[in-house]
C-alpha cells in the first residue's frame, strides 16, 4: 500500500532553533515533493527531488532512498517560518502522488 | 512568476445547487489539478488534465465533474452539491514532465466552500 507519514505532526520551537521534519514512504518513488502552506491557505512548492540534498535559503531537504526517508530542515528559524509543512510523494508504480498529514510549526519570538 | 488564480476565497452555497469553481493559470502549464483539503486527511486529488479536453480521475471524483476546454483555464463542478463537499478546494498547475507529478506544482490560494 503507497503509505506517506510525517512526524511530527505538531512542533514548536524558538526563534533561532534548528528544525527537523521527517517523512516517510512506503515503496519505490519516483519524486518527493515539500510543500509549505501558510494560515489562509495558499501552498507552495519548496523543494522536488529524487535524491541527495537540495538547499535553498534557510531550507534544507534530504532524501535517502534505501531508508524510505526524507527530512525538511530549517536552520536559524523564524517566527515567518511558521506554517504547515506538507510531504508528498509520487509512487513509481502508480503514478499518483499521495499527500501526508502535515505538519504544524511554530516558531515564537 | 507563475500565477494560479481561483475565483473565490470564500463560496457559500445550498445542497443541490449546481457549483462552478474556476481556476485560470498564466504560464501555459499543460498539467492542471483540482484537490480537496479536509482536518486530519491531507490533500486528495479529485481530477487532473493534462491537455485542452482531456482529462483523468484522481482519488476522490464522486459527485464533481471537471472542463479544460482552453489550456489555461481548468474547472471544478459540483453537480448537485452535498454538506459532504464542504471543503477547501485547491487548484494548482505544472509542467508536463515524465509522469504527472515529478514537475514541483504551482497552487492557487484556495476556495473555502460551505454548503448548507
Known amino acids: 500500500k503507497n503509505e506517506v507519514e510525517q512526524s511530527p505532526q505538531n512542533l514548536t520551537a524558538q526563534e533561532g532553533e534548528f528544525i527537523t521534519i521527517n517523512c516517510s514512504y512506503s515503496v519505490g518513488i519516483s519524486a518527493l515533493h515539500w510543500l509549505q502552506q501558510h494560515p489562509g491557505g495558499g501552498i507552495v512548492s519548496l523543494f522536488m527531488?529524487?535524491?541527495g540534498k537540495k538547499k535553498h535559503g534557510r531550507l534544507i531537504a534530504t532524501i535517502n532512498i534505501q531508508e524510505k526517508h526524507s527530512s525538511l530542515h530549517i536552520t536559524a528559524s523564524h517566527p515567518r517560518d511558521s506554517a504547515v509543512y506538507i510531504c508528498?510523494?509520487?509512487?513509481?508504480?502508480?503514478?499518483?502522488?499521495?499527500f501526508g498529514t502535515g505538519t504544524r510549526l511554530q516558531v515564537f519570538p | 512568476d507563475v500565477k494560479v488564480t481561483q475565483s473565490s476565497r470564500y463560496l457559500v452555497k445550498r445542497t443541490g445547487e449546481k457549483v462552478f469553481l474556476e481556476c485560470v493559470q498564466d504560464m501555459d502549464h499543460e498539467n492542471m489539478f483540482w484537490y480537496r483539503q479536509d482536518p486530519g486527511l491531507g490533500l486528495r486529488l479529485i481530477y487532473f488534465?493534462?491537455?485542452?479536453?482531456?482529462?483523468e480521475k484522481g482519488d476522490i471524483p464522486e459527485g464533481y465533474s471537471v472542463s479544460r476546454e482552453k489550456k489555461e483555464r481548468f474547472s471544478l463542478i459540483l453537480e448537485s452539491a452535498s454538506t459532504n463537499q464542504t471543503s477547501m478546494y485547491l487548484c494548482?498547475?505544472?509542467?508536463?514532465?515524465?509522469?504527472?507529478?515529478?514537475?514541483?506544482?504551482?497552487f492557487g490560494d484556495g476556495t473555502r466552500l460551505s454548503i448548507l
Open positions: 494548482a498547475s505544472s509542467f508536463l514532465g515524465q509522469g504527472s507529478f515529478n514537475q514541483p506544482q504551482h
Open positions: 527531488l529524487s535524491s
Open positions: 508528498a510523494v509520487e509512487f513509481r508504480d502508480t503514478d499518483k502522488l499521495i
Open positions: 488534465s493534462y491537455d485542452v479536453k482531456m482529462k
